[in-house]
């Protein structure tokens, strides 16, 4: 069974930094790139940040380059997320995702597996 399941989520003042991290399981981790999504109250989903199976390649999106690092750790089927700098606008949930084919680019959009989510707010 696959499992992902993200933590690390809490209330930060901004300007504030948080590591999200996903703990993958039921699959073979450093085969498969994976993804960050985030939904904020009221919107829809988000792309945020994805990376390779290796991560060598990784890509952001405009909103938080400069501020979010995306990371793994394919020894401990783990995926990171930096975040620093934070602005109220980053207050969403943030889900991990697993891309759907082997060997795909971060730039895939074709997920098959998605974490429960943990809650990002940022506020003073």
């Known amino acids: 069974e696959v499992l992902l399941v993200e933590s690390g989520g809490g209330l930060v003042q901004p300007g504030g930094s948080l590591r999200l991290s996903c703990a993958a399981s039921g699959f073979t981790f450093s085969g498969y790139a994976m993804t960050w999504v985030r939904q904020a109250p009221g919107k829809g989903l988000e792309w945020v940040s994805g990376i390779n199976s290796g991560g060598s390649s990784t890509g952001y999106a405009d909103s938080v380059k400069g501020r979010f690092t995306i990371s793994r750790d394919n020894a401990k089927n783990t995926l990171y997320l930096q975040m620093n700098s934070l602005k109220p606008d980053d207050t969403a949930v943030y889900y991990c995702?697993?891309?759907?084919?082997?060997?795909?680019?971060?730039?895939?959009?074709?997920?098959?597996?998605w974490g429960q989510g943990t809650q990002v707010t940022v506020s003073s």
């Open positions: 995702a697993k891309v759907l084919d082997l060997g795909s680019s971060w730039l895939s959009r074709d997920y098959d597996y």
